[in-house]
């Protein structure tokens, strides 16, 4: 048979596993990976398809390139970190790495280098791949530890932000915290509490149809039936836990900068200042059971006006009648 169609037929091997390979099977499955490939994307954009999706940034997008957009201190010193030092030094890193492999395949081929070296150390060699990376590390780590201790050092009005300084070389002060709020991990979902006010709610995540039902989509796998409502503009102390009779999450919020454990048991402490309205997505960053994947976090930021509605009416009623005063539309 001609060499031309085996693309086409059965190539016969000795069937010694139970099953025969042939190249039409492997080009079956070629495109079978191809069309699920194709089908996952197209069924993610028809669920949304009619429906006006939520376009505040506090989320990942579809392509998006690297961390997302600041809108706290913190997560502005983490960008500047991650930009100022991390991106400059992998740069240099990669560059060197492609530069000893060109310098190897070129000079050191069969061709170009016949009669190989049999050598077995070199001291200078391997003090230099000690030392540097030692140089490297600290080069990293310094200043990451500013960064690192202001997210779990709450401003008291007059300590200035640390990781701001080292990296604008500004004298950045964020003022001491107005609103306390309590967010305790359960199984599988969050309760909050304004600790000032002991007013309590849980938070879950949409089920798809409820998703889909609200005028403005909210993204899918993070949209909550009760959000977290805070003041911009105002520094928020978090207070974080799990059940006592839980396991461990971990409430997280790229666009603020936050990740900290909720530990049965043990209550950690960080804070945020939004610097911008909207609503702003997370979830739980710790492998917790069967349903880790459908805790997302969701924390909407108003103007001080309606953050004062909001909580007045929460007071005299409940969160629904506290949620029906938000001017803001998901």
């Known amino acids: 048979m001609p060499h031309s169609c085996l693309s086409l037929t059965a190539i016969h091997q000795p069937n010694t596993g139970g099953y025969e390979v042939t190249a039409l099977t492997l080009k079956r499955l070629a495109l079978t990976a191809i069309g699920l490939m194709a089908a996952f994307p197209g069924a993610a954009m028809a669920q949304d398809a009619g429906a ?47 530069a000893l492999l060109v310098i190897v395949v070129v000079r050191f081929n069969a061709k170009a280098n016949p009669v190989p070296s049999r050598f077995t150390h070199n001291t200078v060699v391997e003090v230099v791949w000690t030392v540097v990376p030692i140089i490297i590390l600290i080069v990293i780590a310094v200043p990451s530890f500013g960064v690192l201790a202001d997210q779990i050092t709450v401003p008291d009005g007059e300590r200035k932000y640390l990781g701001s300084n ?61 959000e977290l ?53 997370g979830q739980c960053s710790e492998l917790c059971g069967k349903d880790h994947a459908f805790m997302p976090i969701a924390i909407r930021v108003v103007e001080r006006e309606e953050y004062d509605a909001f909580i007045a009416a929460f007071e005299n009623g409940s969160y629904d009648d506290a949620q029906a005063t938000l001017v803001a539309a998901r």
């Open 229 to 281: 409502v805070v003041p911009v503009g105002t520094t928020v102390r978090l207070q974080v836990t799990a059940a006592p009779t839980g396991v461990i999450h971990a409430f997280a919020l790229p666009s603020f900068g936050i990740k900290i454990d909720a530990v049965p048991g043990r209550l950690n402490e960080t804070w945020f200042n939004a610097e911008e309205t909207g609503m702003f997505y």
């Open 166 to 226: 080292i990296f604008s070389f500004g004298e950045v002060e964020v003022p001491a915290p107005e609103v306390t709020v309590k967010a305790t991990g359960e199984q599988w979902f969050w309760t909050y509490e304004y600790v000032d006010q002991g007013l309590f709610f849980d938070s879950y995540m949409l089920n798809e149809e409820a998703r889909l039902a609200e005028e403005v989509v909210q993204p899918r796998l993070l949209a909550v039936d009760n």
């Open 52 to 98: 006006t999706l939520i376009q505040e940034g506090g989320y990942a997008h579809d392509g998006q390139l690297g961390l997302q957009r600041s809108v706290t201190p913190i997560m502005d010193s983490i960008v500047a970190f991650h930009d100022g030092v991390l991106m400059w030094t992998i740069t240099a890193i990669v560059l060197l790495v492609l």
